[in-house]
């Protein structure tokens, strides 16, 4: 089966799909078991009525069924907020240790020093990764502009 990502997962509904990603958020409401899996392309929610033993941060791989949220449980907050993945398969690649840092948040209330110290960590924040994104971009359009004009990087 070919990996399917979250942001790919909304055009998906009704379909088998796997997903690769790092746990980022567990919920175990009794009954039903919800994981967050967060991937380079955003966050999808998975729910069980099987509980696994999977935590925060493990990577993980997913099969499941692609199916829409009902009415009243979409999250607006998500740009998959209108669907759920139904979990049929679930395999821990990577289990995690807690990390040194917390990794949520946007990292201002963490000592600087810990931050540069677990650099590796403070990356997985999305205030950070959307600073490289734009980063990315601003160096891809000065190149774009300057090849478009004649000139050769040395």
């Given at each position: 089966?070919?990996?399917?990502?979250?942001?790919?997962?909304?055009?998906?509904?009704?379909?088998?799909i796997?997903?690769?990603?790092?746990?980022?958020?567990?919920?175990d409401?009794?009954?039903?078991f919800?994981?967050?899996?967060?991937?380079?392309?955003?966050?999808v929610?998975?729910v069980?009525?099987?509980?696994?033993d999977?935590?925060?941060?493990?990577?993980i791989?997913?099969?499941?069924?692609?199916k829409?949220?009902?009415?009243?449980?979409?999250?607006?907050?998500?740009s998959?907020?209108?669907?759920?993945?139904?979990?049929?398969?679930?395999?821990?690649?990577?289990?995690?240790?807690t990390?040194?840092?917390?990794?949520?948040?946007?990292?201002?209330n963490?000592d600087?020093?810990?931050?540069?110290?677990?650099?590796?960590?403070?990356?997985?924040?999305?205030?950070?990764?959307?600073?490289?994104?734009?980063?990315?971009r601003v160096?891809?359009?000065?190149r774009?502009?300057l090849?478009e004009?004649?000139f050769?990087?040395?």
């Open positions: 089966m070919i990996r399917t990502f979250a942001d790919q997962s909304m055009e998906m509904v009704g379909k088998k796997l997903l690769r990603g790092r746990a980022l958020k567990i919920r409401h009794g009954k039903i919800f994981i967050d899996l967060l991937d380079g392309s955003g966050i929610q998975t069980s009525k099987e509980k696994y999977v935590s925060e941060q493990d990577i791989d997913i099969e499941g069924t692609v829409n949220r009902p009415s009243n449980l979409v999250n607006p907050h998500l998959t907020g209108n669907i759920e993945v139904e979990i049929k398969k679930l395999v821990i690649l990577s289990k995690s240790k990390p040194p840092i917390p990794v949520d948040g946007d990292g201002y963490v600087e020093n810990l931050r540069l110290k677990y650099r590796y960590l403070d990356l997985r924040r999305k205030r950070l990764q959307d600073n490289l994104r734009l980063r990315h160096s891809q359009l000065s774009e502009f090849n004009n004649g050769i990087e040395i």
